[in-house]
C-alpha cells in the first residue's frame, strides 16, 4: 500500500522482506518491544524518550486501520502467497458515491494542466455492494486517519458528505468541509493534538486548504448551468475561433464566477468597485500598512514549548485577523477616527511569501 500527500511518502512494502530492517508499517506486526527497541534505533528518532514510544505504541494497537494490518499478517502466516490490502468502505453511516475528482514551512506543490489541485490517493476501497474496487478520494471518511495516524490514533472518521449539523432548522442543514476543518483546528480546553505537531500540522493544514479548494473547483465544474454560463458564449465562440485558426483542439471551457475568491472575475470585480470609490470621492489621501509579527504578545503567550509562530498558522491568522479590525476601527469609527471622519476606504490583505 502506498499513501501519496503531495511532497511526502509513506510507504508499506511487502511483509516477509528479511533482506532489510523492518520500518514504518511493517513494525506494526511485530513484537510491541522489539518494534519500540527498532524505532528508538532509527537515526531521525535520536533523543526521543523511549516511554513515548510505548505510549504510542499502545494507542496505534487500538487504531481499526493497525488491526487491519495485523489481520493480514495473519494470513501472511498462513499462506505464504502475495497478500494486498485493501480498506472497507463499511461505515454505518454510508456516505453517497462520488466520482474521484481531479521561509521553512511546508508546501503543497503538484502539477496540473489547469490549475487544479490533484487528490488521487494510492489507496483503493472494495464496495461489498457492488464488488467492484475503486480509488480512495477526499469525500472518504478514511482518507484523514489513514494520513494521520498520530493525530487520530483510534481512527476518527473525517469529513464526508451528508454530515448533518446540530440545528437542523437552518437553511443548510448539511456541515461543508471548510466547517468541519475550522471546527476541528478549534483551540479547546482539553489538548487538542492537531494544533501541536509541528511541521505535521502545517501539512494537515495545507492539505485541508487544498481540499476545501479542490471541492469548490469540482462543484463550480459541475455546475456551469446554475452558474448561468450561457452569458459568457462569446468568450467560447472566440475560443474556439482562436482554436480553429491554430488547428488546435479546445479544451473544456470552465467558468470561475466572481464568488469565487482568488479567481480573475473576482479580482476584476474588487478593482472596478475600488475604482467607482475613487472616482466617487477623488484618489486617496493616505496609503498605510499594517504588518503581522510572530513575535507579538498574543501570539508568544499562546505558544507551547519549543512551539514558534510557523507552527501555529491558525492562531498567527486568528491574532491578526483582531488586531487587523481594531486598527481599522482605530482609523474610520462612525465616531471619528484619529484621522477625523473618513468618507470612505479601501483595503486589501496579501501573503508575502518570503515570512
Given at each position: 500500500m502506498q499513501l501519496w500527500l503531495y511532497p511526502l511518502f509513506i510507504y508499506s512494502d511487502n511483509f516477509d522482506n528479511k533482506e532489510t530492517e523492518p520500518s514504518y508499517a511493517q513494525l506494526y506486526f511485530l513484537d510491541p518491544e522489539?518494534?519500540?527497541?527498532?524505532?528508538?534505533?532509527?537515526?531521525?528518532?535520536?533523543?526521543?524518550?523511549?516511554?513515548?514510544?510505548?505510549?504510542?505504541?499502545?494507542?496505534?494497537?487500538?487504531?481499526?486501520?493497525?488491526?487491519?494490518?495485523?489481520?493480514?499478517?495473519?494470513?501472511?502466516?498462513?499462506?505464504?502467497?502475495?497478500?494486498?490490502?485493501?480498506?472497507?468502505?463499511?461505515?454505518?453511516?454510508?456516505?453517497?458515491?462520488?466520482?474521484?475528482?481531479v521561509a521553512n514551512e511546508v508546501?503543497?506543490?503538484?502539477?496540473?494542466?489547469?490549475?487544479?489541485?490533484?487528490?488521487?490517493?494510492?489507496?483503493?476501497?472494495?464496495?461489498?455492494?457492488t464488488g467492484q474496487l475503486q480509488n480512495i478520494d477526499i469525500f472518504s471518511p478514511n482518507c484523514d486517519p489513514m494520513t494521520y495516524p498520530i493525530m487520530f490514533p483510534f481512527g476518527d472518521a473525517g469529513w464526508q458528505p451528508g454530515i448533518k449539523k446540530a440545528d437542523e432548522t437552518r437553511k443548510v442543514v448539511n456541515i461543508s468541509m471548510l466547517e468541519f476543518y475550522s471546527y476541528r483546528m478549534q483551540e479547546r480546553e482539553s489538548f487538542n493534538p492537531i494544533l501541536h505537531l509541528g511541521k505535521l500540522t502545517q501539512m494537515y493544514i495545507v492539505d485541508a486548504f487544498l481540499k476545501v479548494e479542490g471541492g469548490r473547483l469540482?462543484?463550480?465544474?459541475?455546475?456551469?448551468?446554475?452558474?448561468?454560463?450561457?452569458?459568457?458564449?462569446?468568450?467560447?465562440?472566440?475560443?474556439?475561433?482562436?482554436?480553429?485558426?491554430?488547428?488546435?483542439?479546445?479544451?473544456?471551457?470552465?467558468?470561475?464566477?466572481?464568488?469565487?475568491?482568488?479567481?480573475?472575475?473576482?479580482?476584476?470585480?474588487?478593482?472596478?468597485?475600488?475604482?467607482?470609490?475613487?472616482?466617487?470621492?477623488?484618489?486617496?489621501?493616505?496609503?498605510?500598512?499594517?504588518?503581522?509579527?510572530?513575535?507579538?504578545?498574543?501570539?508568544?503567550?499562546?505558544?507551547?514549548?519549543?512551539?514558534?509562530?510557523i507552527d501555529r498558522p491558525d492562531l498567527v491568522g486568528t491574532v491578526f485577523h483582531l488586531k487587523l479590525k481594531e486598527f481599522i476601527n482605530d482609523l474610520v469609527s462612525n465616531k471619528g477616527g484619529v484621522f477625523g471622519k473618513v468618507k470612505a476606504f479601501i483595503y486589501t490583505i496579501e501573503f508575502q511569501k518570503r515570512g
Open positions: 522489539y518494534a519500540n527497541n527498532m524505532r528508538s534505533q532509527n537515526t531521525h528518532n535520536e533523543g526521543c524518550r523511549k516511554e513515548v514510544f510505548d505510549i504510542i505504541e499502545k494507542v496505534l494497537r487500538r487504531n481499526p486501520f493497525a488491526e487491519a494490518f495485523k489481520m493480514m499478517k495473519d494470513l501472511m502466516d498462513i499462506n505464504q502467497n502475495t497478500i494486498e490490502m485493501w480498506i472497507i468502505k463499511d461505515r454505518q453511516h454510508d456516505p453517497r458515491r462520488y466520482n474521484l475528482p508546501a503543497a506543490v503538484f502539477v496540473s494542466k489547469d490549475g487544479e489541485p490533484g487528490f488521487k490517493r494510492d489507496m483503493a476501497v472494495y464496495d461489498k455492494g469540482v462543484w463550480n465544474k459541475t455546475n456551469q448551468k446554475k452558474l448561468r454560463v450561457d452569458m459568457y458564449s462569446g468568450l467560447m465562440d472566440y475560443v474556439h475561433n482562436q482554436a480553429e485558426i491554430k488547428d488546435l483542439k479546445p479544451g473544456r471551457i470552465v467558468i470561475l464566477p466572481s464568488s469565487f475568491t482568488g479567481s480573475k472575475r473576482a479580482l476584476t470585480q474588487n478593482y472596478q468597485d475600488a475604482m467607482v470609490i475613487v472616482g466617487k470621492y477623488g484618489k486617496p489621501d493616505l496609503f498605510i500598512t499594517f504588518t503581522c509579527n510572530p513575535t507579538w504578545k498574543e501570539i508568544r503567550d499562546e505558544l507551547k514549548h519549543k512551539e514558534t509562530a
